[in-house]
């Protein structure tokens, strides 16, 4: 099974390499989308031996997700996509577990909850106070049954995405990709399940997300996607 | 109609941004759309120093006494519709802006890929002999 792992990347030149060397060594292709960095994030991701796309600007998180999505779709060996952070705080250990689960559950999104799993040593209280709220209104929204929707470590099914690629050019937040995301694809039938997952530290820097900004953020997201008229029934 | 230095200085300032909307529009700096907003908006201004009772009879038909209060409701409310106009087009402009950034990656590393793959396809043929000195592949033996 032919599985590419792509991971958004900006200004982690202290960490990519590990990471997609961690990779490598998994024998896993890696695709780095870089977001517009300024420090060698390219340099280094491509020495590491990761296939690089560099936007021509930063534009957030959410849209290196997108594109290395998107790009993904165009790879026709490609039948898994595995989406992590480039900062080490996913293993790329746990790869594997997704992959397994995506074969023994049939579902379209494998997801890792840090629910269920080990809580971001890294978050401030405040964002793990709201994240239970945020994912039990995205599963009232959706339908799932979901412990933690905004975790970034998830695997996807490459057919049933490319089933729902024009979704893709409509996202309305990209910053906020995760509940627009969830939303869309619950409405085009798409299934989802989870996996517990286990956070390192990152290796270096902070987390770039404000609590505040991030939570109404998502909560933006959430009402403008309710709203569009091109949200299916 | 009663004419004075303010009329005039109005006036004045009213036909030069005029102009400077022409000049940009033949430059293509400004869109027809805008420069018609605002052209009206100057004309509207111009029309009204030149003819002051022409705010009052608009006062009275629209049930205020006072003149300053009523220049301010309208002039609010034009620059709210203003404001509202430029936040909904800077939007729409920063989502555009983000899908063709995404878009410009994306073909970016097709094409570098693509370039890849040629270069590896003529790297890996056998090397051909110049035009005019006999035909076919050269042998490397």
């Known amino acids: ?77 490609c039948e898994i996509i ?80 490319a089933r729902v690629a024009p979704l893709l050019n409509i996202m309305i937040e990209p910053q906020y990709v995760a509940a627009e995301m969830f939303i869309r694809f619950s409405r085009a ?7 517990p997952i286990h956070l390192a530290d990152r290796g270096w820097g902070a987390s770039q997300k404000g609590v505040f900004r991030y939570g109404v953020g998502i909560l933006r997201a959430i009402t403008r996607t309710l709203l569009d008229p091109r949200l299916g029934k | 109609m009663k004419i004075t230095a303010f009329t005039v200085l109005i006036c004045l300032f009213a036909v030069i941004s005029l102009v400077s909307l022409l000049q940009r529009v033949r430059r293509d700096v400004l869109g027809f759309r805008s420069a018609l907003i605002w052209a009206v908006l100057w ?21 205020m006494e006072n003149r300053l209060f009523f220049l301010l409701v309208i002039a609010v409310l034009v620059l709210s519709a203003l404001v509202f106009n430029l936040t909904s087009r800077v939007d729409r402009l920063s989502r555009d802006v983000g899908l063709t950034v995404r878009e410009l990656a994306i073909a970016t590393h097709r094409i570098a890929g693509l370039a890849a793959e040629r270069r590896m396809i003529v790297d890996e043929a056998p090397a051909l002999s110049p035009p005019g000195e006999g035909s076919g592949p050269t042998n490397t033996e």
């Open chain 1, 82 to 161: 595995v989406e992590m952070d480039a900062d080490g705080e996913h293993d790329p250990a746990d790869v594997p577990r997704f992959i397994e689960k995506m074969r023994e559950s049939g579902a379209d999104i494998v997801i890792g909850s840090r629910i269920l799993g080990s809580h971001q040593p890294t978050a401030s209280r405040l964002r793990r106070f709201f994240l239970p709220y945020y994912t039990g209104l995205i599963n009232r929204l959706t339908g799932y049954q979901m412990t933690d929707a905004l975790c970034g470590f998830r695997a996807f099914r490459r057919d049933s995405i």
């Open chain 1, 1 to 77: 099974m032919s599985i590419l792992v792509t991971l958004a990347a900006h200004n982690e030149e202290r960490n990519v390499g590990k990471v997609v060397g961690r990779l490598r060594e998994l024998g896993y292709r890696c695709m780095v989308v870089d977001d517009g960095s300024t420090d060698g994030t390219v340099q280094v991701a491509a020495a590491a031996g990761a296939d690089v796309i560099s936007h021509a600007t930063n534009l957030g998180q959410g849209d290196a997700l997108l594109t290395g999505l998107k790009a993904s779709l165009l790879d026709p060996a």
């Open chain 1, 189 to 195: 039938g798409l299934c989802v399940t989870e996996i």
């Open chain 2, 43 to 63: 004309l509207t201004i111009a029309v009204f120093s030149v003819f002051p009772d022409l705010l009052n009879e608009l006062m009275e038909a629209a049930g």
